[in-house]
Every structure is written in C-alpha cells, then in structure tokens.
C-alpha cells in the first residue's frame, strides 16, 4: 500500500540556518506529493505540492523537488526564521483513489533566535 | 481566515457517553469531506470520507458503528464518538477538498479525552 516516511524529529536549529526534512514515498502508479505544516493552535495548512517527476513545489522560501528515481520529496528552506517554527507533514494522493491523503508521521521543526 | 471550522476545539467526557464533533465548510459547498484521528506524535490516519446524502465511506479497522458519520448538508459534516472510551482519546480533524480536488482544506481539530 501506500506510505510515507518522514526523518523522525524534534528538529532543533538557530534562526538563518539551513533546513531539510527528508521525506521518501512508496506508491502506486504516480502520486501527487504535498508538505503540509501546522502552526500552534492552527489546522494544517498545504505549504506546497507537486503533481509529476522533477516539478518543484515552492512557497514561502520553502522548496521540494518530486524525485521519482529515488521516490522522494524533501523538504528545503534556505535560511529559516522563527515563525517557520511548526509542525510539518510530508503526504501523498495516489491518482487511483479518490482525494485521499496518506500523511507521514510529522516532524515538529523549532528554530531559535 | 479560516475555511473549515471545526466545533467543539476541545471536550472531556466520561467513559460510557457519546460525543459529537461538528465540521463545517465555511466558504465552500463541499460533498466530501473527511475525517482524520491523530495521536500524540503520530501521523493523521484518514478515518472516513463522509459524503453528503449518502453514507460515509470508512477505512479498513475503522468501526462505523462506534465512529457515526452524519454529512446532512453540503456545509455540515459531523462524527459522533458513541460510547466513548479511554483509548478513543485521540485528536480529531476533519477536512474538505477544493474546487479542483487536488488541495484539501483542513480544521484546527477536536480534541477528546474520555475519563
């Protein structure tokens, strides 16, 4: 079945440092792939996605490249900030279902001043 | 602001009672929705897919009978925990879809705790 494995947190950085969060996928066919993130006390909100090999989501300085040789979508910002503080879910839509998503496990990001 | 509200953000119960969780789409008719359960530093594992006018759709080990699924109105979905106990403690979010589909939308979530 499908699945999604996140790299297992807390993540702890220092605002302006660079950030990756791993994210491998097992799928069927050729899924849709998303990073969701959840503030405090806020519902998950989709930060970016790609539908096909080798697109590259981007938002808010945020990118994830879908690399289907290696099935994964990692998640990168540059330089974070302290508001960037969050919970983040990597997930997958598999074209042969309806809208379902299929979420990896999260991984709660901190960032220091 | 806000496109999926979801009512009551938190409840505490006692073992034995029934609990209802309201969802609702605020800006958006929506004729799916789902439901989604999420314990302490674990993923979101999709519960249902709540359908208005017709029956829930639940996923396999989900029990239909313990986890009621009502989506009367295209703005409306709720789940009601009967004869809650303490391992159905557990955070509960619902979700929509967009126009097209690929983006879902999703509640702050329900938090429960059954004593």
């Known amino acids: 079945g499908n699945s999604v494995t996140q790299m297992e947190g807390p993540v702890t950085l220092s605002e302006e440092a660079f950030l990756t969060i791993n994210c491998t996928y097992t799928a069927t066919g050729y899924p849709s792939l998303f990073w969701y993130v959840q503030y405090p006390g806020e519902g998950l909100q989709l930060l970016l996605k790609?539908?096909?090999?080798?697109d590259k989501g981007s938002n808010k300085g945020f990118e994830a490249t879908y690399r289907k040789e290696t099935t994964s979508f990692h998640l990168e910002k540059g330089s974070v900030q302290v508001s960037d503080s969050a919970v983040y879910f990597c997930?997958?839509?598999?074209?042969?279902?309806?809208?379902?998503?299929?979420f990896g496990q999260g991984t709660r990001l901190t960032i220091n001043p | 602001g806000a496109v999926v509200s979801q009512h009551p953000s938190w409840v505490i119960c006692k073992s034995g009672t029934s609990v209802k969780i309201e969802c609702r789409s605020l800006?958006?008719?929506?004729?799916?929705m789902f439901w989604y359960r999420q314990f302490p530093k674990q993923s979101l594992m999709l519960m249902a897919t709540s359908n208005e006018g017709s029956k829930a759709t639940y996923e396999q080990g989900v029990e239909k009978d313990k986890f009621l699924i009502n989506h009367a109105s295209l703005t409306l979905s709720t789940l009601t925990v009967t004869s809650a106990h303490p391992e159905d403690s557990s955070f509960y979010i619902c979700?929509?879809?967009?126009?097209?589909?690929?983006?879902?939308?999703f509640g702050p979530g329900t938090r429960l705790l059954v004593l």
């Open positions: 997930a997958l839509r598999s074209g042969q279902g309806a809208q379902k998503l299929v």
């Open positions: 979700s929509r879809t967009g126009g097209g589909g690929e983006t879902q939308y």
């Open positions: 790609a539908t096909k090999a080798d």
């Open positions: 800006d958006f008719q929506a004729t799916t």
